[in-house]
Nanobody, 116 residues
Framework: QVQLVESGGGLVQAGGSLRLSCAAS????????MNWFRRPSGKEREVVAG???????NYAASVKGRFTISRDNAKNTVYLQMNSLKPEDTAVYYC??????????WGQGTQVTVSS
């Protein structure tokens, strides 16, 4: 079993930066692909970024070049560094373990609000 807890959200001005963290419990963290999703208010959840076991990363087009996903297997933690934030990045951000079609663990979410 993997349990996930996000942190690092908050209020930031447009153009600013935040770093989200997702701490995982369990001894199998390094064996799983990790992902960040977000759900803007009133909209569908969307994938933001993912990082495979071998460190390969993928990003949504809307965040590519601004966001960076990374993982520290020794700390059982995945990060999302968000730079050049825009008001449209405002959302609840979630981390999830697994692959498309089989996301088996989710965090509770952390709010990110970007003011214009």
């Amino acid at each position: 079993q993997v349990q996930l807890v996000e942190s690092g959200g908050g209020l930031v001005q447009a153009g600013g930066s935040l770093r989200l963290s997702c701490a995982a419990s369990g001894r199998t963290f390094s064996m799983h692909r990790m992902n960040w999703f977000r759900r803007p208010s009133g909209k569908e959840r969307e994938v933001v970024a993912g990082i495979s076991v071998d460190g390969t990363t993928n990003y949504a087009a809307s965040v590519k070049g601004r966001f960076t996903i990374s993982r520290d297997n020794a700390k059982n933690t995945v990060y999302l560094q968000m730079n050049s934030l825009k008001p449209e990045d405002t959302a609840v951000y979630y981390c999830a373990a697994g692959v498309p079609g089989n996301y088996f663990a989710w965090g509770q979410g952390t709010q990110v609000t970007v003011s214009s």
